[in-house]
């Protein structure tokens, strides 16, 4: 270990920056935020900077004398001379002393931050790279909840309380784990930390042999991995049994946890391997084991994914779960396909329906949809794509308005086909199509000529 890490109480303390360039107000900046007093010493402030609140300058070239009362200086200067001398006199005093992009010259290191205060992470590669240790954060962004702040604040206030009511450590620790890492925290990262506290007091009163059982029922998104929110992973890597369908793909479920229990839940078309209502009592009843289940659905739940009528059960069984959305179809795929859902010049609203057969029809309100400057996005649509163009015409479209249909958007897999109303249902390559295929209907599909940037492989062919 080149370097101790520590973390310095500066409340209240004064500390000295010389220089007053970008980076010298970026470290006042930092210094303000632990609450330390901050002095800038520089014969002048770059004036596109204004000087951080609660900070002070004095307009002069430094001297030792700047030094005295000073509980930490960092010199950011592009003076080497003055640079190194604000080093020696620092060290002269035994005052840890930094100097920016010198670690030569430094007696302590300034670390990248994550900051999910009270929680703190600081990364360092000893001054060897800090952009690597600005990279490492950034990963570890995404991995770190900004709620996790709460989580700690929250932890805190029933740390006295849970130590007086058990004893052994062992004990204690066990209990804060299923807290910290349970349905307890899941409840305060979603802002609830009312029912939090009576489930930490409960648990309390009456610990239990199991932990409890949870559901999340998340949104994949279209297809590209990239496309999962931060949460979305998250509740992937926690989860003990992973219920899943064939919209969601091979590389998504791939960043579940490798000894997650994957149960296939399969829906195709006409061909439901699990009917709706067994997966919902699966849910339920997995949840009751005392399992993390995660739901994972392509899209997003709430849109055409039957997410209402999963959660519905859950809840009369009182069994805690949580919503993620994700990146719906109509979204994540026309964006890949250049097809801007609304634009000025095309279409001020824009409509999601399903175009499912039932009885070989399509129960529609074709009226509504046949509107002038309105984007149709029907899901589910391949199979009634010919009654779709037919009525939509005999609704008053003109026969000329663009369409397209895509099927595995956002994937290396994706195709489009476009055409207009009367075109597209004889194109012979519609036929080649595999699901899942979305269709989009109005003058934005014309866009797609100039706007198309996802070149996926499929589309070369
Ligand atoms: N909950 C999902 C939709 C489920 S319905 C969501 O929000 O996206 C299934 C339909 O979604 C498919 O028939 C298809 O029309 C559409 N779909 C989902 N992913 C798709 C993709 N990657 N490319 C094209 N269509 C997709």
Redesign the pocket.
């Known amino acids: 270990m080149d370097f101790l890490p520590v973390f310095m109480n500066l409340k209240g303390e004064k500390c000295l920056i010389v220089g007053g360039g970008k980076v010298a107000v970026r470290k006042a900046s930092v210094l303000l935020q632990a609450g330390a007093m901050v002095r800038i010493v520089a014969p002048q402030l770059n004036e596109s900077f204004d000087l951080p609140t609660g900070s002070e300058h004095i307009a002069e070239c430094f001297q030792a004398s700047h030094l005295d009362g000073m509980a930490l200086v960092i010199a950011a200067t592009d003076d080497a001379i003055v640079n190194e001398q604000v080093s020696r006199e620092a060290k002269q005093r035994n005052i840890p002393v930094n100097v920016v992009d010198n670690p030569n010259l430094c007696t302590f290191i300034m670390p990248a931050i994550l900051d999910r205060s009270p929680l703190l992470v600081a990364f360092s590669t000893g001054g060897a790279s800090p952009v690597l240790a600005r990279l490492l954060r950034g990963k570890l962004e995404t991995l770190i909840p900004q709620a996790y702040g709460r989580l700690v604040a929250f932890a805190e206030r029933f740390r006295d309380t849970v130590k007086q009511r058990i004893a052994v450590p062992s004990q204690r620790r066990i209990f804060w784990e299923d807290v910290l890492d349970g349905a307890v925290a899941e409840k305060v990262f979603s802002g609830d930390e009312h029912t939090a506290e009576a489930m930490l007091l409960d648990l309390l009163e009456h610990p239990k042999a199991q932990a409890d059982g949870e559901v999340y029922l998340v ?1 994949a998104g ?2 590209d991995p990239d496309l999962l929110t931060f949460r979305a992973l998250r509740l992937m890597q926690k989860a003990d049994v992973v219920l899943y369908d064939n ?1 969601v793909s091979e590389s998504i479920l791939d960043m579940t946890r490798r000894d997650a229990q994957r149960i296939f839940v399969g829906k195709r078309r006409g061909n439901h391997t699990l009917p709706q209502e067994e997966i919902n009592d699966l849910l339920v009843r997995l949840a009751k084991e005392g399992k993390r289940v995660l739901r994972l ?9 039957r ?1 209402g009528e999963e959660i519905e059960k859950l809840a009369e069984h009182k069994i805690n779960f949580q919503v993620v959305p ?5 979204s ?2 026309s964006t890949y396909a250049g097809i801007p859902l609304t634009h000025r010049d095309h279409a001020q609203s824009c409509i999601f329906v ?1 175009g499912h057969l039932k009885d070989g029809t399509m129960e529609l309100d074709w009226d509504l949809l046949a509107r002038p400057k309105q984007t149709i996005v ?5 199979h009634g794509l010919a009654i779709l163009c037919s009525q939509l015409v005999s609704h008053g479209l003109p026969a000329t308005t663009p369409i397209a249909i ?6 290396q897999n ?1 195709r489009a086909i476009c055409g207009t109303l009367v075109t597209l249902p004889q194109d012979p390559n519609v036929a080649q199509l595999q ?5 989009i209907v109005g003058g934005v599909v014309s866009l797609r000529e100039k706007l198309a940037w996802f070149k996926p492989s499929a589309s070369l062919l």
């Open positions: 949104g279209p297809g919209l659905k392509g899209g997003d739940p709430f849109i055409f994914g997410g994700g990146i719906t179809a109509a994540g795929v399903t029907v899901y589910m649509g391949l895509i099927q595995q958007g956002t994937t994706q699901a899942p295929t979305l269709i």
